[in-house]
């Protein structure tokens, strides 16, 4: 049986940190032979004669990192430089205080369409969490553009404090790691959606949900025709 190897022998010692407790012996002392037995007893770890196998996902040494917010630029930068077979879509979201509007991106990240709306309450977040994991998997979604309403004066509104809340909230699900979002403008997009559905004279109802599909489509349709000018016109690369 050939010796353990050294890389090998530095996980071992890395996993003897991780497995001490408060009442733990110490296993440092122990022959090497005793070790290697204890921690893959512990640990489930499996020792053959040339190499150790490891199930590294227990230690969680691969694990997502935390859904994050990134700059718009930056986060279009990375779809285009991700290959073909791996570019995602876009998610758009208009979060107001009682629904969530959703628009998704085509496969080119050119056009936006319509979602479907979400209901929001304080103690459904989780469930909001799943929902948009199913988006996730069901439209290889790679991020969210997230309305947010920019003041002119540098002040925070009430409803800007509404949306962080909410993305904070989702991110602390832990069920979107790996996930990036970025803010949008969505200044005046409800508005000019509340002056289109005017004239139809819908039930209160009806209009409040169409009107809320059709912000987000306006908050990731002005997002894709703003990055795909800058690709087209070379400026993406140089912010």
């Given at each position: 049986?050939?010796?353990?190897?050294?890389?090998?022998?530095?996980?071992?010692?890395?996993?003897?940190?991780?497995?001490?407790?408060?009442?733990?012996?110490?296993?440092?002392?122990?022959?090497?032979?005793?070790?290697?037995?204890?921690?893959?007893?512990?640990?489930?770890?499996?020792?053959?004669?040339?190499?150790?196998?490891?199930r590294l996902h227990r230690l969680h040494f691969f694990k997502k990192e935390q859904m994050k917010v990134i700059e718009p630029v930056e986060l279009f930068q990375k779809l285009c430089s991700s290959g073909a077979m791996q570019k995602g879509r876009l998610l758009g979201l208009d979060v107001g205080q009682r629904y969530v509007g959703l628009a998704v991106s085509d496969v080119a990240n050119r056009?936006?369409?319509?979602?479907?709306?979400?209901?929001?309450?304080?103690?459904?977040?989780?469930?909001?969490?799943?929902?948009?994991?199913?988006?996730?998997?069901?439209?290889?979604?790679?991020?969210?553009?997230?309305?947010?309403?920019?003041?002119?004066?540098?002040?925070?509104?009430?409803?800007?404090?509404?949306?962080?809340?909410?993305?904070?909230?989702?991110?602390?699900?832990?069920?979107?790691?790996?996930?990036?979002?970025?803010?949008?403008?969505?200044?005046?997009?409800?508005?000019?959606?509340?002056?289109?559905?005017?004239?139809?004279?819908?039930?209160?109802?009806?209009?409040?949900?169409?009107?809320?599909?059709?912000?987000?489509?306006?908050?990731?349709?002005?997002?894709?025709?703003?990055?795909?000018?800058?690709?087209?016109?070379?400026?993406?690369?140089?912010?």
């Open positions: 049986m050939r010796a353990i190897t050294r890389p090998a022998s530095a996980i071992l010692r890395l996993a003897e940190t991780l497995n001490a407790g408060p009442n733990s012996y110490p296993v440092a002392s122990f022959p090497l032979r005793r070790r290697r037995r204890l921690v893959s007893r512990s640990l489930g770890w499996c020792v053959v004669p040339t190499f150790l196998s490891i056009i936006a369409s319509p979602g479907s709306v979400l209901i929001r309450k304080k103690t459904n977040i989780d469930i909001m969490a799943k929902v948009f994991q199913k988006l996730v998997s069901q439209h290889s979604l790679v991020g969210f553009i997230v309305g947010y309403p920019f003041c002119l004066w540098g002040q925070s509104s009430v409803e800007a404090v509404q949306v962080r809340l909410f993305m904070e909230d989702l991110r602390s699900t832990g069920r979107l790691n790996g996930l990036t979002y970025t803010y949008w403008d969505e200044n005046y997009t409800s508005k000019c959606v509340e002056a289109l559905l005017e004239p139809l004279d819908l039930n209160p109802v009806k209009s409040k949900t169409i009107k809320d599909k059709f912000a987000a489509v306006g908050i990731l349709q002005g997002y894709l025709d703003n990055m795909n000018r800058k690709l087209k016109s070379g400026n993406l690369a140089r912010e």
